[in-house]
Every structure is written in C-alpha cells, then in structure tokens.
C-alpha cells in the first residue's frame, strides 16, 4: 500500500487467499489488481466511477434486482430513446447486472490488469509483450477512454479505419489481431461484455491487387549475393557472424545469441534461450557446418556462455524485460558484405531451391514449419542437410 493511502484506506497492506494452487493464485492475480488499484486511485481522488464499476459495486445487495441496478448505474439514461427504440447504453448496464446476478460477470479489468491477465495466461516472449503493450496503449489513447470495458464495437471499426491510413494492410491487422486476443482475455475474465474486435482482423486478408503486386515483385531478378567473396570480409568485429549468416541461413537473433556450448565439431545447435526466445518451435535444429567455417568457430567453442554478449540489449516494457540481439550490427553488416542480415537468409533458401533440394527440407533447415501435416512425418535425413550445406559457396 502506497504510503499516502494507507490512512484513508485503513490498512498498511492487502493480503488476499491465493487458493490451493499455483494457477488459482495466477487466475486471482488480475481482479486483484484491478480492485487494488481502485482502491488506491479513490484513495488518491483520482478516481471516476464508470457506471459499469457502480454496477458491480453495487451487485451484492441481495435487494436489488438487475433492472435496479441498470437505473442505479446511470438514473440519466432511459431504457429507450426518443425514437422508442431500446437505448443501447442501458441495454449494456442491464445486460451486465444480468450477468452479475447470474454469477457470470467477475470483475472488471483495468489496462494493466488486462495485460497482467493476457500474459500469466499466454506466457509470451517478450517481443510479442511489447507488441501488446503498444497496441493496446494506442487504441486506448485513440479512444479516449480510460478502461478497456468502456471501448465500444464501434470504436473498434473506427480505429481499425484509421489504421489503415497511418501504415500497411498486414501492419494494421497485426494491430488487430494483437487486439482481439487481449479481448478475448477480456471477455473470458470479466465474464460479461462484447468482444469488440471479433472478426476484424479477417477483414484485412490481403487483397489480390496485393497479392498481385507481389508475385510481380518476386518475378524480378533480385540478387542477395554479397558485394565480396565472403573470404574476403573484413572491418568488423562481427564477421564471423556474417559468415554463420552466409552458410547456415539463420535468424539474425539465432546467431547473435549463439552461446560457445551450442557450437560443435560439425554443427551449431538452435536451442531456447531464457535470454533469447525464438520465432516458433520449429526454429529449434541442428545445422551442419559449412567445412569452411570449421576454422571461424574452432576458437568460438573455447569460453563459454554468449560469444558476443554485447549485442543483447534490454529494455523494459510494462515492467517485463524485452531483450533484443543484434539490432546494432545491421548497417556494419550493409558496410562491409554489401547486404542486409536479412538478405543472407534469403540467398540461402534461394541458392538451396536452384539446385532443386526437397522444399520440405529446406523449411526445415531453415526453422520454418513443413508445408503441410503429411510433409511432417518421417524422420530427418541428417546427411541429405550435410550435403545441402555443403553445396554453398
């Protein structure tokens, strides 16, 4: 309890049952602190009632009926408006007071509890953290209100509106689909309310104009190839991450966060790292050594833990560490190949794919998923990887 709210809230600290397992303490935690922060923020005169948090502060008086409650919310508002039809602000507060008496309706979540909520229930990587935080701050400060319950159907169509006029179609319905899903936590927590973004992301399925353009984009003669034989690199303390970019197609990530006890005689190993997590779970393989960057890595296995630390970065989001590695080596990288990290894994797939390799082996190489359910079945030919490897230059 924040010290210049304990008098006026009359306690020193909150303690609450945390239930007789570690996923009733983790389902409890979000109400809590919705109903804390509450508590802090009257105590603070910070606080404005939302007619839905007089409804639940109101739904244990055994006297009252839902129809009572809804008038109680807001006595301003009718139940119809002028034309005779039901007004939908109060069919809102009496649906939730229905669902208050019927047991369903829960609590109410603040932002923070709402990401507290989504995050004990998803466990995401911290990047995908972050990528909630902004979107739900955004859309919040678009709307102009302050708890997530009080956002309606139809500022979520404006929002996505307006999306589309400030970056790309699939840029606007990552936003949604990060916002749907925090809804989904929303309506599945609170136990009443509308999932105001259901659908929405599905309507920004990329157009065949796009899809068009695209395949006219890939049907040009687009070249990653480096601007120097790779032997010949120097300038950088990071080569030898270009090289392992060069002959194994990796994530910039993978590589920059390579630790001396995943490298071996003849492979480099992609595990999870608490530090660094990866793409999906088929980022998780073995990739053979090039015979050519044998004598790059001999002198990587000698220590142990990361081989270049220094290109982690962290920063805080929302009170969650989101670690990064290897932003800061894409312009040494431009300077000194020629090309972007990026580009290294597209020669890679590309040079496998002209020399008419099985696709499906080389998704796997790659970290990406098999083409289908029926192309995931069987085992790994590890010496048909060795050859594929082997036929780089």
Request: hydrophobic fraction near 35%.
């Given at each position: 309890?924040?010290?210049?709210?304990?008098?006026?809230?009359?306690?020193?600290?909150?303690?609450?049952p945390?239930?007789?397992?570690l996923?009733?303490?983790?389902?409890?935690?979000?109400?809590?602190?919705?109903?804390?922060d509450?508590?802090?923020?009257?105590?603070?005169?910070?606080?404005?009632i939302?007619?839905?948090?007089?409804?639940?502060?109101?739904?244990?008086?055994p006297?009252?009926?839902?129809?009572?409650?809804?008038?109680?919310?807001?006595?301003?508002?009718?139940?119809?408006?002028?034309?005779?039809?039901?007004?939908p602000?109060?069919?809102?507060?009496?649906?939730?007071?229905?669902?208050?008496?019927?047991?369903?309706?829960?609590?109410?979540?603040?932002?923070?509890?709402?990401?507290?909520?989504?995050?004990l229930?998803?466990e995401?990587?911290?990047?995908?953290?972050?990528?909630?935080?902004k979107?739900?701050?955004?859309?919040?400060?678009?709307?102009?209100?302050?708890?997530?319950f009080?956002?309606?159907?139809?500022?979520?169509?404006?929002?996505?509106?307006?999306?589309?006029?400030?970056?790309?179609?699939?840029?606007?319905?990552?936003?949604?689909?990060?916002?749907?899903?925090?809804?989904?936590t929303?309506?599945e927590k609170?136990?009443?309310?509308?999932?105001?973004?259901?659908?929405?992301?599905?309507?920004?399925?990329?157009?065949?104009?796009?899809?068009?353009?695209?395949?006219?984009q890939?049907?040009?003669?687009?070249?990653?190839?480096?601007?120097?034989?790779?032997?010949?690199?120097?300038?950088?303390?990071?080569?030898?991450?270009?090289?392992?970019?060069?002959?194994?197609?990796?994530?910039?990530?993978?590589?920059?966060?390579?630790?001396?006890?995943?490298?071996?005689?003849?492979?480099?190993?992609?595990?999870?790292?608490e530090?660094?997590?990866?793409?999906?779970?088929?980022?998780?393989?073995?990739?053979?050594?090039?015979?050519?960057l044998?004598?790059?890595?001999?002198?990587?296995?000698?220590?142990?833990?990361?081989?270049?630390?220094?290109?982690?970065?962290?920063?805080k989001?929302?009170?969650?560490?989101?670690?990064?590695?290897g932003?800061?080596?894409?312009?040494?990288?431009?300077?000194?190949?020629g090309?972007?990290?990026?580009?290294?894994?597209?020669?890679?797939?590309?040079?496998?794919?002209?020399?008419?390799?099985?696709?499906?082996?080389i998704?796997?190489?790659?970290?990406h998923?098999?083409?289908?359910?029926?192309?995931?079945?069987?085992?790994?030919?590890?010496?048909?990887?060795v050859?594929?490897?082997?036929?780089?230059?």
């Open positions: 309890m924040p010290k210049d709210c304990r008098i006026k809230v009359g306690k020193n600290k909150w303690t609450e945390g239930g007789n397992t996923n009733e303490a983790r389902a409890k935690v979000p109400s809590f602190l919705a109903r804390t509450a508590e802090i923020a009257e105590a603070r005169g910070e606080l404005q939302t007619n839905q948090e007089r409804v639940l502060r109101q739904g244990n008086d006297e009252l009926n839902a129809l009572d409650l809804a008038e109680l919310a807001n006595p301003r508002v009718g139940m119809y408006l002028d034309d005779g039809s039901a007004n602000e109060f069919e809102s507060m009496l649906a939730m007071a229905e669902a208050l008496k019927a047991g369903k309706a829960r609590t109410l979540l603040s932002t923070e509890g709402l990401l507290q909520a989504r995050r229930g998803r995401p990587a911290p990047r995908t953290f972050e990528g909630w935080v979107a739900l701050n955004a859309f919040m400060a678009y709307t102009g209100k302050s708890k997530p009080e956002c309606s159907r139809a500022d979520a169509v404006a929002y996505k509106d307006t999306l589309l006029t400030r970056m790309s179609r699939s840029s606007a319905k990552t936003q949604l689909a990060y916002l749907a899903g925090l809804w989904s929303l309506v609170q136990g009443t309310g509308e999932h105001i973004f259901k659908g929405l992301p599905g309507t920004l399925d990329e157009t065949t104009k796009a899809k068009a353009l695209r395949a006219a890939a049907k040009r003669n687009r070249s990653f190839e480096p601007s120097s034989p790779w032997n010949t690199w120097t300038g950088s303390t990071y080569v030898p991450v270009f090289q392992l970019l060069y002959f194994t197609g990796c994530r910039l990530a993978e590589v920059a966060a390579l630790r001396a006890e995943d490298i071996y005689d003849d492979y480099i190993s992609v595990e999870w790292q530090e660094r997590s990866l793409k999906t779970a088929n980022s998780v393989r073995d990739i053979p050594l090039h015979p050519s044998v004598p790059v890595v001999s002198s990587l296995r000698e220590g142990r833990g990361h081989v270049w630390p220094q290109l982690m970065t962290i920063t989001t929302a009170g969650v560490e989101v670690i990064r590695w932003h800061n080596v894409a312009k040494p990288c431009k300077k000194v190949t090309v972007r990290p990026k580009d290294f894994r597209d020669r890679f797939v590309t040079a496998l794919r002209d020399q008419d390799f099985n696709d499906t082996n998704r796997r190489l790659s970290g998923s098999s083409i289908d359910v029926h192309s995931s079945h069987g085992g790994k030919n590890w010496d048909k990887y050859q594929m490897i082997n036929s780089l230059n």
